[in-house]
């Protein structure tokens, strides 16, 4: 279908993902349906909140109609995925289906497993674990959809966030522990290069997306800052406070002791990896056929900063 005057619905709309969607969209002048389990967030002028559970497919469906794209960004607890995940991908497809929508896809690097170089829409999916070897099956649920001709699809793909509203390692380890006056923790290894997607960045990507046909039946790494290690990230942070940088490390060890105690910590163990090499995305094929430009590191963390100090 064309991306024409229909809604442009964001499924999960109070995660960070979600936030940075329908605040991009209002402000580009689009026609916004903001759809979560609690429709109380105080959105921009214009935009139509819907209370709906995503795991409901009569829900969702109403939720998704009269959309001309509709936007997955809803996610649950990492003890949830296995169970959850696979239901919800279904009931997705199903609803923008049935609003003849194109459905774009929030997702992650966690299908491509240990990488020996810059990660690509190519890359091999060697994922290991059981939430990276979930991803690439959901993967593979998503594209089938589309090429059965029942949905048209596009997947995009961003590494660890930060931003206004992200529920990320580098928001809530370093970004709001600094801001609270305290040291600022880093995973794995604090001088391993890492790629950061900028939120409002990723949202951008993401809507151009949705209202390129060029983009649908394929999957695309959405474009994100140079990769920058752990104590480089930290000092930005706290020179942009104004303040001596102060950081440790979280190694398997630390790590093993607080997952006695905090199921997402345990169940986050599995993808540690990522922070203990270099682990960088690759997002030449966008850029190519898209363009786009990223938001210096710098200025990305002012504006996270900034919003985050009006909530702490």
């Known amino acids: 279908m064309a991306e024409t005057g229909g809604y442009h619905v964001v499924l999960g709309a109070t995660g960070g993902a979600g936030r940075a969607l329908v605040t991009e969209l209002a402000r580009q002048g689009r026609r916004v349906r903001a759809v979560s389990r609690r429709a109380t967030e105080p959105w921009p002028k214009g935009v139509e909140a819907v209370t709906a559970d995503i795991m409901r ?13 509709v936007y997955h960004a809803a996610s649950v607890p990492y003890a949830q995925w296995q169970q959850v995940l696979p239901a919800m991908t279904e009931s997705v497809i199903a609803a923008a289906s ?16 240990l990488s020996r170089g810059p990660m690509t829409e190519d890359s091999p999916r060697r994922a290991s ?8 099956r959901l993967e ?18 961003g590494s660890d966030f930060y931003g206004p509203h992200a529920t990320s390692a580098a928001n809530l380890l370093v970004i709001e522990l600094a801001l609270r ?7 794995g290894s604090l001088d391993a290069p890492h790629t950061l997607t900028y939120l409002p960045d990723f949202a951008r990507g993401l809507i151009t997306l949705g209202t390129n046909a060029r983009a649908w039946g394929d999957v695309w790494h959405i474009p994100s800052g140079p ?10 942070v706290f020179e942009a406070l104004g303040q001596p940088p102060r950081m440790r490390r979280l190694g398997r060890g630390m790590l093993m002791l607080a997952g006695l105690f905090n199921r997402q910590i345990r169940e986050a163990r599995e993808v540690l990896y990522q922070f ?12 190519q056929v898209f363009g786009g430009s990223v938001t210096p590191l710098r200025e ?5 900063i900034t919003a985050l100090q009006s909530t702490l």
Request: hydrophobic share 45%; net charge positive; glycine share 10%.
């Open 129 to 136: 674990g059981p939430k990276g070897q979930l991803r690439a």
């Open 276 to 287: 203990e090499q270099p682990f960088v995305m690759d997002t030449s094929k966008f850029e």
């Open 57 to 69: 497919s009569d829900e969702v469906r109403k939720a998704c109609r009269d959309a001309a794209v």
């Open 300 to 304: 990305g963390i002012r504006q996270t």
């Open 98 to 113: 049935a609003a003849d929508a194109v459905l774009v896809v929030v997702d992650n690097l966690y299908m491509y497993g």
């Open 181 to 187: 006056g305290k040291t600022a923790s880093w995973l």
């Open 227 to 236: 990769p920058v290690t752990g104590r480089t990230f930290i000092a930005e």
């Open 140 to 157: 593979e649920m998503f594209l089938a959809a589309h090429r059965s001709g029942r949905v048209g699809v596009a997947v995009g793909r």
